[in-house]
Every structure is written in structure tokens, then in C-alpha cells.
């Protein structure tokens, strides 16, 4: 079926880098936009970014320019998300979601848990 | 930015009730709006596509009707398993933003 499985759990220290990774099966990798999205504790859902699998292109929230880099493995079918200077405020579970242009995310993966903690 | 107004942002309702949830775009954004449920540590999942189209699964008690700026998610008949938070989000620009949520809760 089709499916989006993101990696494990992860906690970090302020300052480091964590790179979450979303594995599509059940269809054209290519074919669908992934995005990423995040949502904290008892909070309520944030959009971070966007990558389109099969050009690469890339946009992201001015919220995390600078911060946030997407990358892809095609021949995987695998999107990864490479999110970096970790602050206690980025503690949250960070989703992907699948996406077809403008159109709604109609796939979402389990979620990881990052957790930012000195 | 666009920002995304929901309201209420909870309600209290019973089984059978009909409940309405409302967002408001903070500019036009035609019919790029969709409707997301989730439900306690689970991601979320989609209901209402374009403003209006169930999506393929979704009970038929769901709809959403609006354009514009301005939309509605209606459940008709509320069911147990309906006890869950509503979002709104547009996807007609970049960042794609959410309403701010509606919890549904029980009477």
C-alpha cells in the first residue's frame, strides 16, 4: 500500500544537526512533492518546508531558511530532511506528507520524535 | 505569509450533534483549502480536499463548502471516533499554513 515510514527517535544537543529520512513506497516516488511538517507538544501543526523529488526543487518557511536542507534518494525512494543549530524549541515530532502541486497531503508518515536536550 | 483563522478552538458537542468549524483566510486563496483530522499521537489525516471533495475513505457525515476566503467543515450525525482536532490549511502559496486547530470534545 502506499506508505511514507520515517526514521526513529532521535535527541540531540543545542547546536547539532538531525537528519530525518521518509521512505515512500506503493508508488512513483518522483511523481508526488514531499513536505515536512512539525508540530510540538500540545501545539498545533507547522509547515517547514517543500521538495519536489523529481527536479529537486526546494522551498522552505522563512522560519527555517538557513537551517533546513531536503535532499533525496531516488533510486531509495527515499526523502531526507537535514535540520541544523537544534535550539529546545525544535523539540517536536516532525512529519512528511506527500503532495501533488497545490493539492492537499494526502499521505503522511508515522512522525519522529526529535528531542533537544542538553 | 496567509494566515489561517480557525474558530472555535473547541467545542464541547454530543454524539449526534451537527458541528460547524470555520477558517478564514487572511487573502483569497480560491479553493486550496483542505480539511485534516487528528486524533492523540497519530499524524494527521485528510478529509476534505479543494475546499469540498471527500477524500476516498472519509464518511460521508464530513463535508466542506467555501471559497475564497472563507470556509466550512460541517460533521453531521458526530460519532464517537469524530472526538479528535480539525485543521484547516491552505496550499495556494508558500509557506503552506494551518488554522491553529479546533478540538472536538465530548459533552
Known amino acids: 500500500q502506499v506508505q511514507l515510514v520515517q526514521s526513529g527517535a532521535e535527541v540531540k544537543k543545542p547546536g547539532a544537526s538531525v537528519k530525518v529520512s521518509c521512505k515512500a513506497s506503493g508508488y512513483t516516488f518522483t511523481s508526488y512533492d514531499i513536505n515536512w511538517v512539525r508540530q510540538a507538544t500540545g501545539r498545533g501543526l507547522e509547515w517547514m518546508a517543500w521538495m519536489n523529488p523529481s527536479s529537486g526543487s526546494t522551498a522552505c518557511s522563512q522560519k527555517f531558511q538557513g537551517r533546513v536542507t531536503m535532499t533525496r534518494s531516488a533510486s531509495n525512494s527515499t526523502a531526507y530532511m537535514d535540520l541544523s543549530s537544534l535550539q529546545s524549541e525544535d523539540t517536536a515530532v516532525y512529519y512528511c506528507a506527500r503532495s501533488k502541486g497545490p493539492g492537499a497531503f494526502d499521505i503522511w508518515g508515522q512522525g519522529t520524535m526529535v528531542i533537544v536536550s542538553s | 505569509d496567509i494566515q489561517m483563522t480557525q474558530s472555535p478552538s473547541s467545542l464541547s458537542a454530543s454524539v449526534g450533534d451537527r458541528v460547524t468549524i470555520t477558517c478564514r483566510a487572511s487573502?483569497?486563496?480560491?479553493?486550496?483549502l483542505h480539511w485534516y483530522q487528528q486524533k492523540p499521537g497519530k499524524a494527521p489525516n485528510l478529509l476534505i480536499y479543494a475546499a469540498s471533495s471527500l477524500q476516498s475513505g472519509v464518511p460521508s457525515r464530513f463535508s466542506g463548502s467555501g471559497s475564497g476566503t472563507d470556509f466550512t467543515l460541517t460533521i453531521s450525525n458526530l460519532q464517537p471516533e469524530d472526538f479528535a482536532t480539525y485543521y484547516c490549511?491552505?496550499?495556494?502559496?508558500?509557506?503552506?499554513?494551518f488554522g491553529q486547530g479546533t478540538k472536538v470534545e465530548i459533552k
Open positions: 487573502q483569497t486563496i480560491s479553493n486550496y
Open positions: 490549511q491552505q496550499n495556494y502559496s508558500t509557506p503552506r499554513t
